[in-house]
């Protein structure tokens, strides 16, 4: 009799854990995604929903699309789409969960990783008043030497140099 029951036993337990899946067990409904800025303090969205100011550890719910945004007044806002990644762990439940495992991973979305689970914003680039000239000094050294070769092309089709230019007589 004891034989009987400890099979039974053992067939209740293999079955209970054949119902869950693996990664479900393992990784849980939700994953931390952790955002970051360069100037810390810049303005966190997820999905349009604010989420404060940066560095931001946000337990998001796995299997998911998200769009990052940090913001900043003054600065140009960065953005990420952050998608989800199918976890080693969907492999497991072929080998040990079975069908009914890796139904449960994909619905509850513990089969799916953040990719990337990190964002760092580093473009966040401060923009001045009058946003057609870029804050950047090398840009700015950009214009001014696009803007003298422009010069330089009008003088040289009226076959004058920047040094002959007639007087106004």
């Known amino acids: 009799m004891n034989g009987p029951r400890c099979v039974l036993a053992i067939g209740i337990v293999v079955a209970g854990w054949?119902?869950?899946g693996c990664a479900t067990v393992a990784n849980g409904p939700n994953?931390?995604?952790t955002v970051t800025s360069q100037p810390e303090?810049?303005?966190v969205?997820?999905?349009g929903d604010s989420y404060g100011a940066t560095p931001v550890v946000a337990s998001l719910p796995r299997g998911k699309t998200?769009?990052?945004e940090v913001a900043k007044d003054r600065y140009h806002p960065y953005q990420l789409t952050v998608v989800p990644t199918a976890s080693g762990m969907i492999w497991g439940n072929l080998l040990f969960g079975g069908l009914i495992g890796m139904a449960v991973d994909s619905t509850s979305g513990a089969g799916y990783n953040h990719s990337p689970d990190r964002v760092h914003a580093y473009f966040a680039v401060p923009i001045q008043e009058d946003s057609?000239?870029?804050v950047c000094p090398e840009s700015i050294l950009v214009l001014e030497a696009r803007r003298k070769a422009a010069?330089?092309?009008v003088y040289m089709k009226s076959g004058l140099t920047p040094y002959d230019q007639p007087m106004g007589h």
């Open 18 to 20: 054949m119902a869950t």
């Open 31 to 33: 994953q931390d995604l």
């Open 41 to 43: 303090a810049l303005c």
């Open 45 to 47: 969205k997820i999905n």
């Open 66 to 68: 998200y769009v990052v």
């Open 132 to 134: 057609l000239r870029p």
């Open 151 to 153: 010069e330089k092309i």
